[in-house]
């Protein structure tokens, strides 16, 4: 028995062992496995959570696309009200299209100091102030022929009055909106000029600069003819020409007008850059591109200006002008069209009023590049000058 018993247990011995050593092996698979998915959940994620990382990846992105439109839509709601309240506004307040007009608060260039106009290459210019009404003071300079540069240095106001009755003639300019007498264009211009042999006496309008006054047309209108005045109190039989650029050409036809109609014209009117009224030049103006098609445009943007007072009708003033008229207008204008002065010429020109008088109209082309402010640099405007003013036979000229 024990010899029968005793294979049976031999046999049953490796079977134990390989019972042993299967179940070991089973389990070092496991553990193997295990030790993968561990790896592999270390490594990165299974399907099911790819996919819902993936997921949550798109959910964000479309959130932040739904807050960026949001935010977009937003702004462009506030764009769209500011946008159909500004016209509201304009016609409940109609001081704002008035200070749009004028623009005296725009002072360029800034930290000039305007009693000292040698810091701007005037050496032979004096400043002075006037009092055309109670309570407002304007702010003039003077401008003597380049010739006498050297003998101007260190000379007083009176030395300059007295100049102006000297052989040399006189040009009263009158600027455009925006900016002081100071404005670098403007300098530019008064260079030119001197050189040329003219007296150069210009000035702040009230409210412009450091003159003090509220800005209004009549206001405006009131000042230039101030100035004109005590000029002709110095100047004798000097010859005295109104040159007036962009709003000021509105100011010198006013002036203009009023001085024919009191009989004391001036010996000629120089427009660099008119408009006919300055409706249409607000119409025409780039900055009234976004509202030229809104409905109602000249109810709530064109009667306001009326309702301020404000006309500047170069057309209607034109009619009832009786001197020499200058017109200087560049193609390329992007401030004021240039048909606006061909049509103003097209106005003046067969008026009764300029029957003894020439009316010459001047274009410069749009290649030159003087747009709005700088026809000083035209090369050719001595000679213009020179024939217009030189040449007093009437005609009419184009």
Same mark, same amino acid.
């Given at each position: 028995?024990?010899?029968? @018993?005793?294979?049976?247990?031999?046999?049953?011995?490796?079977?134990?062992?390989?019972?042993?050593?299967?179940?070991?092996?089973?389990?070092?698979?496991?553990?193997?496995?295990?030790?993968?998915?561990?790896?592999?959940?270390?490594?990165?994620?299974?399907?099911?959570?790819?996919?819902?990382?993936?997921?949550?990846?798109?959910?964000?992105?479309?959130?932040?696309?739904?807050?960026?439109?949001?935010?977009?839509?937003?702004? %462009?709601?506030?764009?769209?009200?500011?946008?159909?309240?500004?016209?509201?506004?304009?016609?409940?307040?109609?001081?704002?299209?008035?200070?749009?007009?004028?623009?005296?608060?725009?002072?360029?260039?800034?930290?000039?100091?305007?009693?000292?106009?040698?810091?701007?290459?005037?050496?032979?210019?004096?400043?002075?102030?006037?009092?055309?009404?109670?309570?407002?003071?304007?702010?003039?300079?003077? @401008?003597?022929?380049?010739? #006498?540069?050297?003998?101007?240095?260190?000379?007083?106001?009176? #030395?300059?009055?007295?100049?102006?009755?000297?052989?040399?003639?006189?040009?009263?300019?009158?600027?455009?909106?925006?900016?002081?007498?100071?404005?670098?264009?403007?300098?530019?211009?008064?260079?030119?000029?001197?050189?040329?042999?003219?007296?150069?006496?210009?000035?702040?309008?009230?409210?412009?600069?450091?003159?003090?006054?509220?800005?209004?047309?009549?206001?405006?209108?009131?000042?230039? %003819?101030?100035?004109?005045?005590?000029?002709?109190?110095?100047?004798?039989?000097?010859?005295?020409?109104?040159?007036?650029?962009?709003?000021?050409?509105?100011?010198?036809?006013?002036?203009?007008?009023? %001085?024919?109609?009191?009989? @004391?014209?001036?010996?000629?009117?120089?427009?660099?850059?008119?408009?006919?009224?300055?409706?249409?030049?607000?119409?025409?103006?780039?900055?009234?591109?976004?509202?030229?098609?809104?409905?109602?445009?000249?109810?709530?943007?064109?009667?306001?200006? @009326?309702?301020?007072?404000?006309?500047?009708?170069?057309?209607?003033?034109?009619?009832?002008?009786?001197?020499? %008229?200058?017109?200087?207008?560049?193609?390329?204008?992007?401030?004021?069209?240039?048909?606006?002065?061909?049509?103003?010429?097209?106005?003046?020109?067969?008026?009764?009023?300029?029957?003894?008088?020439?009316?010459?109209?001047?274009?410069?082309?749009?290649?030159?590049?003087?747009?709005?402010?700088?026809?000083?640099?035209?090369?050719?405007?001595?000679?213009?000058?020179?024939?217009?003013?030189?040449?007093?036979?009437?005609?009419?000229?184009?």
């Amino acid at each position: 028995m024990r010899k029968r @018993t005793e294979p049976v247990a031999l046999e049953h011995e490796p079977c134990a062992a390989s019972g042993s050593s299967s179940s070991g092996s089973a389990a070092a698979v496991l553990d193997t496995d295990c030790s993968l998915k561990r790896k592999l959940c270390l490594a990165g994620k299974g399907p099911g959570e790819t996919r819902s990382a993936a997921d949550a990846d798109m959910k964000r992105a479309l959130g932040r696309r739904k807050g960026l439109w949001f935010r977009l839509r937003k702004i %462009l709601l506030y764009v769209l009200g500011l946008y159909i309240a500004i016209p509201f506004l304009i016609k409940l307040c109609p001081g704002i299209q008035a200070k749009l007009i004028f623009l005296n608060f725009v002072r360029v260039p800034y930290f000039i100091d305007l009693k000292k106009p040698q810091d701007q290459g005037l050496n032979h210019t004096c400043n002075y102030y006037l009092q055309p009404e109670e309570d407002t003071t304007i702010g003039v300079w003077h @401008t003597v022929p380049t010739i #006498w540069w050297k003998t101007a240095q260190g000379k007083d106001q009176m #030395w300059y009055e007295d100049a102006l009755a000297s052989s040399y003639p006189i040009i009263l300019y009158l600027h455009g909106n925006a900016g002081t007498r100071g404005g670098d264009h403007r300098v530019e211009l008064y260079k030119v000029l001197s050189s040329l042999g003219y007296h150069v006496v210009t000035f702040d309008y009230r409210g412009w600069g450091d003159s003090i006054g509220t800005p209004s047309e009549r206001g405006m209108t009131y000042d230039a %003819l101030h100035v004109f005045d005590w000029i002709k109190a110095r100047s004798g039989d000097n010859p005295v020409y109104i040159w007036g650029h962009s709003l000021g050409t509105g100011v010198a036809t006013n002036l203009v007008r009023r %001085l024919c109609e009191r009989e @004391t014209p001036p010996d000629a009117l120089i427009l660099e850059s008119p408009f006919t009224n300055i409706r249409e030049e607000a119409k025409s103006h780039p900055f009234s591109v976004i509202y030229r098609y809104f409905p109602g445009f000249d109810w709530f943007f064109l009667d306001p200006i @009326t309702s301020s007072g404000i006309k500047f009708a170069n057309d209607e003033n034109v009619k009832h002008i009786s001197c020499s %008229l200058l017109i200087l207008h560049a193609e390329d204008d992007p401030v004021v069209p240039f048909q606006l002065g061909r049509k103003l010429y097209n106005i003046a020109a067969p008026s009764q009023s300029f029957r003894d008088f020439k009316v010459q109209f001047i274009p410069f082309h749009s290649d030159l590049g003087y747009r709005h402010k700088y026809i000083y640099k035209s090369p050719e405007l001595p000679r213009i000058l020179r024939e217009f003013l030189g040449n007093s036979e009437p005609e009419h000229q184009h």
